[in-house]
């Protein structure tokens, strides 16, 4: 199974500042997305982390407000913009396990924006 | 678009079995995954059906049938520490769309 770490694991922001989020894999993944889930509400995708090439934005997301980067086949970072309190979230970072059978999540990086 | 749906909350006896049912509509599918979420925690691969039929995976099995847009997750011999809330999600180019979760609490 692929191990992921997301560094920070949790932070309290200010209103208005960014903060990057960095996930990085013990292996070599194709595929990597970032998720967010806010207070009491379930997983929703924002991106697939494409290497090489830009992100593929979910409907409601865009990369004014979270760009990612993906430099290879083990990093990736999401950074949240210009934060107001409506983004405290946990943002997960997922891979695919490399057989298509698992689907794998980080630690999760729990933000509070106040 | 896409619609999964799970019921809210359950609750069970320790020891005893449950029963999640998830059924959905999607506009793709490659797979549907089960996931555990603890309180204060990531979600945690459960399993995973592409095929018809039953999974199954010591004290959890999961059940897939794609024709009626259904899946259930099964919990025997239920422990405390099986409270928690568990995820229903649908695959599509490994992409998930989750249902809302269903929390269960395991009451002594």
């Known amino acids: 199974s692929a191990v992921i770490s997301q560094k920070p694991s949790r932070d309290i922001c200010q209103r208005g500042t960014s903060l990057t989020i960095q996930c990085q894999v013990d292996s070599q993944v194709t595929m990597m997305f970032w998720y967010r889930q806010q207070p009491g509400q379930s997983l929703t995708l924002i991106a697939t982390a494409n290497q090489g090439s830009e992100a593929t934005y979910e409907s409601g997301f865009v990369i004014d407000k979270f760009p990612i980067s993906r430099p290879n086949l083990t990093f990736s970072t999401l950074t949240v913009s210009n934060m107001s309190p409506e983004d405290s979230s946990i943002y997960l970072c997922?891979?695919?396990?490399?057989?298509?059978?698992?689907?794998?999540f980080g630690e999760g990086s729990w933000l509070t924006v106040v | 678009g896409q619609n999964i749906d799970q019921p809210t909350e359950m609750t069970a006896t320790e020891g005893a079995i449950v029963q999640i049912n998830c059924t959905y509509q999607?506009?793709?599918?490659?797979?549907l995954f089960w996931y555990q979420q603890h309180a204060g925690e990531a979600p945690t691969f459960l399993s995973y059906?592409?095929?018809?039929g039953l999974e199954e995976k010591g004290r959890f099995s999961s059940f897939l049938s794609r024709s009626k847009g259904y899946s259930y997750l099964l919990l025997k011999e239920l422990q405390m520490k099986d409270s928690a809330s568990y995820l229903c999600a649908v695959s599509n180019d490994y992409k998930l769309s989750f249902g809302a979760g269903t929390t269960v609490t395991v009451r002594a």
């Open positions: 999607t506009s793709g599918f490659n797979g």
């Open positions: 059906n592409v095929l018809d």
């Open positions: 997922s891979v695919e396990g490399g057989s298509g059978n698992t689907i794998y």
